[in-house]
């Protein structure tokens, strides 16, 4: 405890280098010379954020800006994965995120295609310390989805990946193989013109059996031998068990549910048991109870990626199964019970990796015969249940079940480099939680929070690992009943820095990723003298570097504003008042908007698909460098004022937009398969979740985020459906795409449910046609707009609220009309071509 908050000397925090020379004695390259500490030592953090935006606002919120939380955390470099950031939200988020921090350089690979927008990668370094970057360094179609950046330092670079995930069907296993192929293949070119690599990030599997809780790991039956009394039973055991799980059949317990379980004769009296279950997707049933070998078959565009000449990939050898499955296989097939203990030491002496068989063998390949060492592994083999993933939606980070996929590898000259540092953390260091027995967090943490009250542990040991993960029970999990991860504090938001600056893991709270950054320490002096050679010139051109820098390509909001945007950002308030209320509470199209962010305390831009509000009304405020009110003048003493200019002014030259929403989506899709629950309470179900809900089952006060428990109390007879397969609801969603764009060609598409449309050339043709009379025009009433019963005739007209201090015979007020009038056929046309009900609003 007394460790905490204090940072070590190199002599306390680093083992002795190979080297004797000391930091001076030798020439610091530009990457050492920035580092955080200065003792020349370099700190790289590697980190799956599953979201930048919503990591970086919590960031930004405790911290001011991501630069002051790297410095805090000592941090040199750092890796980013699934950044899901495209290139214009970079530009517009650019403050938010962090790209153009003081002191620092970022570099971003991109995903091209929105459909590919849950990838993306980022590293962010101190400034002066990279040479160049390269964004597409696979080059092919792998680069379109953003999973690669390799960034040079000099004598060594960085290669930044985010590896496929091949599912948990492995229908993407060909593609995740096709990437670490061309992956090791560009790290290989790299070595061939004499550097160093680094290869960080998520690799999406698991390279251990160390690297999951020992229950979820595989064993293979023919590696089983006498030596202990368990392994010798199941060898003479092994053809009953054999025939019994050969029996298996896969039952689909509701239709509706879209769930299976997996059932298998008992060996003995021949009746089916039901020994697991319920999975949520058919292939998962299938995968679960089998000694078979299984296989990933390949299409022939996949042949020549993967680099293999047969058409198939080994997803697991036969006499393969889980450690968990064959406990309950024993249990209840087999009819014999043996003790945890025995397992456990069963899964310690033959566990291997759970992961694809083809995958693992990459891995292997890697570290033997490419010679890159896996850092982590290398310094801590001992180490348990040091985990980097959890699955949020079941709180499994209070249980510690979790995984090790993310890693940092070096190549082996840098291993003599690497040092500890501060060690693992202790959780125990923190003060507890004693108020842990509260319905929110699961029994199995309860219980050994309870253990660990007792005394204190070895660093490496399993206890201190889950501690760890919590902060000692100070992060409180997702509570059951839904909504999400509850707001902390900046006391418990500050729990994530431990101690110096080490070689490990960096828990971070819960909510800003289900991933925890993973770190290595480089020693100084030697090292120094390894990165002081000669410089070899930068791998990566000019252009290419600039392709992984989009946010430098436009202007600035400094370059924007001018001399006055020091003051803005300063004061962003100043800002605000420029605009009027009317048209402030009016900059969004749909629900996104600009807003003053009060717990940062700056300008904040919240994603928008579309900012031609924002560029019409800073093109009126702001035409020439020097800023000008609406009204054309200048700003004295470069203060922005308040503009007198009315919301009929700005609306003037407003295009058409209309934003049309699908009515709780999900649900309507499960409707349309299966017609017998219409108008009857349905909710889906994502995880242990309900993520929405009909408007049948909403009148029992069904909420979106309720966990299932709730939702049965509120309303017993609910119809839950499985929503973890989205390819029905992106079928549906195409349909409604396609009906829109015989509208308009300009139409955006945000998410599955949500579609932007500029009308601007439909309302202007029918306004050619019909004439400008706001009367004739659409004929509607003063009344706001509610879906009308299809069979009531009156109520198929609609109409807007008048904005305040709009002349009724405006031209714009003739544009709404028409606008409106387009978009209730338009949302007739979905709702008699794909059998959606929809809700739309106009701009």
């Not at 192929?181 to 599997?205: F, P, T």
Request: charge should be negative; charged fraction near 25%; proline fraction near 4%.
């Amino acid at each position: 405890q007394k460790d905490v908050g204090r940072t070590l000397s190199m002599s306390e925090a680093h083992e002795p280098a190979s080297s004797g020379c000391s930091v001076d004695s030798v020439l610091l390259p530009d990457v050492l010379k920035k580092s955080a500490v200065d003792d020349g030592s370099l700190l790289i953090a590697s980190w799956n954020v599953a979201s930048w935006a919503k990591s970086a606002r919590l960031i930004n919120r405790f911290h001011g800006n991501v630069g002051a939380w790297l410095d805090r955390h000592g941090i040199d470099v750092l890796c980013i994965q699934e950044t899901k950031v495209q290139e214009d939200t970079l530009i517009q988020l650019q403050a938010i995120l962090g790209a153009s921090l003081d002191g620092w350089d970022s570099f971003w690979a991109c995903p091209l295609k929105k459909q590919n927008a849950i990838a993306g990668v980022a590293t962010f370094a101190r400034k002066g310390c990279v040479h160049g970057a390269d964004a597409s360094p696979l080059g092919s179609v792998l680069d379109e989805e953003a999973r690669c950046l390799v960034t040079d330092h000099g004598a060594f670079v960085i290669v930044n990946v985010y590896v496929p995930n091949p599912g948990q069907d492995r229908r993407r296993l060909p593609h995740a193989m096709c990437f670490l192929n061309r992956l090791r293949a560009h790290i290989q070119a790299l070595r061939d013109q004499g550097r160093v690599v680094m290869l960080v990030g998520d690799l999406n599997l698991i390279a251990r059996a160390s690297d999951v809780p020992w229950r979820e790991c595989n064993i293979c039956l023919d590696h089983l031998t006498n030596e202990s009394e368990l392994g010798g039973w199941l060898a003479g055991n092994r053809q009953a068990l054999e025939d019994s799980l050969r029996s298996k059949s896969i039952v689909e317990t509701a239709a509706a549910t879209q769930q299976w379980k997996v059932r298998c004769r008992r060996v003995g009296d021949g009746l089916f048991v039901d020994v697991g279950g319920p999975y949520t997707s058919e292939s998962r049933a299938t995968d679960a109870f089998s000694l078979e070998a299984r296989k990933a078959r390949l299409s022939s565009e996949d042949l020549d990626d993967v680099g293999k000449a047969c058409g198939e990939l080994l997803v697991r050898p036969a006499g393969t199964i889980r450690i968990d499955e064959l406990m309950v296989a024993c249990s209840k097939l087999l009819m014999r019970e043996w003790p945890e203990e025995c397992w456990r030491q069963l899964s310690n002496t033959y566990g291997v990796s759970r992961s694809p068989s083809v995958m693992s063998s990459w891995f292997q390949a890697l570290t033997s015969c490419d010679g890159m060492i896996d850092s982590f592994a290398s310094l801590y083999p001992e180490a348990q249940g040091r985990f980097t993933i959890w699955d949020q939606y079941t709180n499994e980070r209070f249980t510690n079940t979790g995984a090790r996929i993310d890693y940092i590898l070096v190549d082996q000259c840098l291993q003599k480099y690497m040092c500890k540092g501060h060690g693992l953390q202790r959780g125990s260091c923190w003060p507890p939680n004693r108020d842990v027995a509260g319905k929110d967090f699961p029994p199995g943490f309860v219980h050994l929070h309870r253990q660990s009250l007792l005394g204190e542990g070895c660093a490496e040991s399993g206890r201190e690992a889950l501690l760890s993960t919590t902060a000692h029970g100070n992060w409180t999990p997702v509570p059951y009943t839904g909504k999400g991860i509850k707001d902390m504090s900046a006391e418990k938001d500050a729990m994530q820095f431990y101690g110096s600056r080490s070689t490990g893991m960096l828990y971070t709270p819960p909510a800003y990723s289900d991933h925890i950054p993973v770190t290595l320490l480089l020693s100084a002096a030697a090292f120094c003298q390894e990165l002081a050679k000669e410089n070899k010139g930068s791998l990566c051109s000019s252009s290419q570097t600039a392709h992984a820098q989009p946010h430098l390509k436009l202007r600035t909001l400094e370059k924007f504003f001018g001399k006055t945007s020091a003051q803005a950002q300063a004061n962003p308030s100043s800002f605000m008042q420029a605009i009027p209320q009317s048209s402030r509470d009016d900059l969004s199209i749909g629900s996104s908007k600009w807003g003053f962010d009060d717990a940062c305390q700056q300008l904040s831009v919240k994603p928008s698909p579309s900012v031609q509000r924002l560029n019409l009304l800073t093109s009126q405020m702001i035409p020439d460098a020097a800023p000008k009110t609406l009204e054309g003048q200048s700003l004295a003493s470069g203060e922005l004022s308040r503009a007198s200019a009315s919301s009929v002014e700005l609306l003037g030259s407003t295009r058409c937009i209309a934003a049309v929403d699908m009515d709780c989506f999900y649900a309507q899709c499960e409707e349309l398969r299966h017609p017998e629950l219409k108008g009857r309470p349905l909710g889906v179900q994502q995880k242990m979740l309900v993520i929405t809900s009909n408007y049948a089952a909403r009148a029992f006060g069904i909420q979106k985020g309720d966990s299932i428990r709730v939702v049965k109390e509120k309303c017993p007879h609910i119809t839950i459906c499985n929503g973890e397969d989205l390819s029905f609801y992106t079928e549906v969603s195409q349909r409604v795409f396609d009906v829109a764009a015989r509208w308009t060609a300009k139409v955006e598409k945000l998410g599955l449910d949500e579609l932007f449309l500029d009308l601007t050339d439909v309302v202007a043709e029918r306004l050619a046609v019909e004439g400008t009379d706001a009367k004739a025009v659409g004929g509607l009433p003063d009344a706001t707009f509610i879906y009308p019963d299809p069979d009531c005739a009156d109520e198929r007209r609609s109409c807007l609220k008048s904005c305040p201090g709009l002349a009724e015979d405006h031209p714009c007020w003739t544009k709404l009309r028409v606008t409106a009038a387009v978009c209730i056929e338009i949302r007739d046309d979905i709702l008699r071509e794909v059998g959606l009900t929809s809700s739309a609003g106009i701009s």
